[in-house]
């Protein structure tokens, strides 16, 4: 499975877009990109998935780029409920081992 | 639906004691996981399984041992646990082609 690239750390104004940025330039071209986040010290939640076209949820907007090697998840108004670790994976949907890199610890600020 | 059920959620063990933590899924899912998670770190693989029968070695397999006799059950074993096993332990599940079901999580303390 493709490595993944996410800053270690982000800030963002409550009620603004949050804008987290994922670098996986060797994706191919069967892996979608999964999104989940770790709210404090809870298990991990699934946010978001996508293979190539733009995908939005009750939770989240997910763009990926033309050539597929980066990806952005939005939260269109994030809230102090949004602070979180987030991960970005790239797997084939017959994936078997599933390993995260550190992800990107968001923090919302009043 | 309960989903992924972990037991314990904390656990304090001696060094060199053994445990077996618990993780079931309801959801019929073929893929089950166990993570790690030391303080301010990422999420590190342990074990997975595509199945009944079936278990391989994640990325941190040292010192710990599972099984899968079921579809619903992937229990992890620690034997002779040593303080570098302090960390919280997160069971996951996932149908073959899905997203990942956590659990919330095991506190494990080794002292």
């Known amino acids: 499975d493709a490595k993944t690239t996410q800053p270690p750390s982000m800030d963002c104004a409550e009620g603004r877009a949050a804008n987290l940025p994922c670098n996986h330039s060797?994706?191919?071209?069967?892996?979608?990109v999964y999104w989940y986040r770790q709210i404090h010290s809870q298990g991990p939640q699934y946010i978001i998935h996508g293979l190539k076209n733009n995908e939005t949820n009750e939770m989240a907007s997910l763009i990926i780029t033309e050539d597929r090697k980066s990806s952005t998840l939005i939260l269109p108004h994030a809230t102090l409920r949004d602070t979180a670790v987030y991960y970005c994976?790239?797997?084939?949907?017959?994936?078997?081992?599933?390993?995260f890199g550190q992800g990107t610890r968001l923090t919302i600020n009043p | 639906n309960a989903g992924v059920t972990q037991t314990p959620k904390f656990r304090i063990l001696k060094i060199g004691q053994s445990m077996t933590l618990q993780c079931a899924q309801d959801m019929n899912h073929n893929y089950m996981y166990w993570y790690r998670q030391d303080p301010g770190m990422g999420l590190k693989l342990i074990y997975y399984?595509?199945?009944?029968?079936?278990?391989d070695k994640g990325e941190v397999p040292n010192g710990y041992n599972v099984s899968r006799s079921t579809t619903e059950d992937f229990p992890l074993r620690l034997e002779l646990a040593a303080p570098s096993q302090t960390s919280v332990y997160f069971c996951?599940?996932?149908?073959?082609?899905?997203?990942?079901?956590f659990g919330e999580g095991s506190r494990l303390t080794v002292l």
């Open positions: 994976i790239v797997m084939n949907q017959g994936a078997q081992k599933l390993v």
């Open positions: 996951a599940s996932r149908p073959i082609a899905g997203e990942l079901f």
């Open positions: 399984s595509v199945g009944a029968g079936i278990t």
């Open positions: 060797t994706i191919s071209g069967n892996e979608y």
